[in-house]
């Protein structure tokens, strides 16, 4: 049934620039093809590909870690966590629009990139402010803890959003396991560098490794979670595979991918963001409607799985849980 296919990755080319910087400029070239400026994304990735139940679909949404582990899935889905009257968006969607710099900065190709990346063995370093450094495997990832699916809303700063369900488990669970020193007030991650393996990080303008923290008590909140799958199934690559965080009341870079080192720290740590522009992207980096970022309004948000566009949430719709955390500042 494939018709026409138009290869992707050529309608749009890499930026150096910001994400937003990314988003923008597609959001031109996209116009220019006549596209509609909401169809950036979806047309560009998914619009063209016809094949989604087949092989392609298949390949794409693959867990990075083949057959290991598949006992653990899917897992039950906590009902606590919902998403309100939004629709889930389709895997076919957000599988092949991916912010993971690593491998590319063009969403539309980071997932044929990241295939066959190799994420077992995997070792993640724990150290700083803990009663004693270790290191965690992936039967320490993926065995130690019960796993539950939740529904998440997920906001990233350049104004695209979706609805995905993801498996893992608290993130306060791992830090109690960690047991942090009382002197201990933020976390900090670290992803993998591996400049052979991943082009983005040819690309030296960035300060490769990517890191990102939270402070303590955001990253002990109940809706922050350690992510091993997405979709009932372990995560492929692009996702961020084997582990990452998703902090969902704050913009999608503070969901840090591919996680190989947890530090714990008294200072507030730098972020890879923070660092490149301060003056664009905070460390808190909530999601707030009110607060434009320095080159655009955040009042909407563009769903990628729908084309709708609607007001986007204080704390992406999750005031009520995560408000007292700011005291109305920081936001
Ligand atoms: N290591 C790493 N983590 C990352 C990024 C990245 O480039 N590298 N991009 C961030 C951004 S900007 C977003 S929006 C989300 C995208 O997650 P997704 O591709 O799984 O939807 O991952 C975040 N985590
Ligand atoms: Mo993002």
């Given at each position: 049934m494939a018709a026409i296919q138009i290869p992707k990755r050529w309608l749009l080319p890499n930026s150096q620039g910001t994400p937003e910087g990314v988003f923008l400029n597609r959001r031109q070239v996209l116009r220019s093809l006549g596209y509609s400026s909401l169809g950036l994304v979806l047309g560009a990735n998914t619009g063209c590909d016809l094949d989604l139940g087949g092989f392609r679909h298949r390949r794409r949404t693959a867990g990075a870690l083949g057959r290991r582990f598949r006992d653990r899935f899917p897992a039950r889905r906590n009902l606590d966590f919902g998403i309100g009257d939004r629709s889930l968006t389709p895997e076919e969607v957000s599988s092949s629009t991916n912010n993971f710099y690593e491998f590319s900065t063009n969403k539309g190709a980071v997932w044929e990139l990241a295939q066959g990346y190799p994420v077992d063995p995997?070792?993640?370093?724990?150290?700083?402010?803990?009663?004693?450094?270790?290191?965690?495997?992936?039967?320490?990832?993926?065995?130690?803890?019960?796993?539950?699916?939740?529904?998440?809303?997920?906001?990233?700063?350049?104004r695209w959003a979706m609805q995905v369900p993801w498996t893992?488990?608290?993130?306060?669970?791992?830090?109690?396991?960690?047991?942090?020193?009382?002197?201990?007030?933020?976390?900090?991650?670290?992803?993998?560098?591996?400049?052979?393996?991943?082009?983005?990080?040819?690309?030296t303008y960035y300060p490769w490794p990517y890191y990102e923290a939270l402070r303590l008590d955001e990253a002990r909140h109940d809706l922050a979670f350690v992510v091993l799958g997405v979709y009932g199934h372990a995560l492929p690559m692009q996702h961020g595979a084997p582990w990452r965080v998703i902090c969902p009341w704050k913009y999608g870079y503070k969901s840090p991918k591919s996680i190989v080192r947890i530090e714990f720290t008294e200072h507030q740590p730098p972020t890879f963001w923070n660092d490149l522009q301060p003056s664009e992207y905070g460390f808190f980096s909530n999601v707030n409607p009110d607060k434009p970022h320095p080159r655009w309004s955040?009042?909407?948000?563009?769903?990628?799985?729908?084309?709708?566009?609607?007001?986007?949430?204080?704390?992406?719709?999750?005031?009520?849980?995560?408000?007292?955390?700011?005291?109305?500042?920081?936001v």
């Open positions: 995997w070792v993640v370093e724990v150290g700083g402010l803990v009663h004693q450094p270790r290191t965690l495997n992936l039967e320490d990832l993926f065995r130690r803890f019960p796993l539950e699916e939740r529904l998440y809303r997920f906001r990233c700063v350049e893992g488990f608290p993130l306060a669970r791992l830090i109690d396991e960690l047991k942090p020193l009382a002197s201990a007030r933020y976390v900090r991650f670290v992803s993998v560098h591996d400049p052979d393996r991943m082009p983005g990080q040819g690309n955040q009042a909407r948000e563009e769903d990628i799985g729908t084309l709708e566009k609607r007001p986007t949430l204080l704390y992406n719709g999750y005031a009520e849980q995560v408000g007292h955390l700011y005291g109305g500042q920081e």
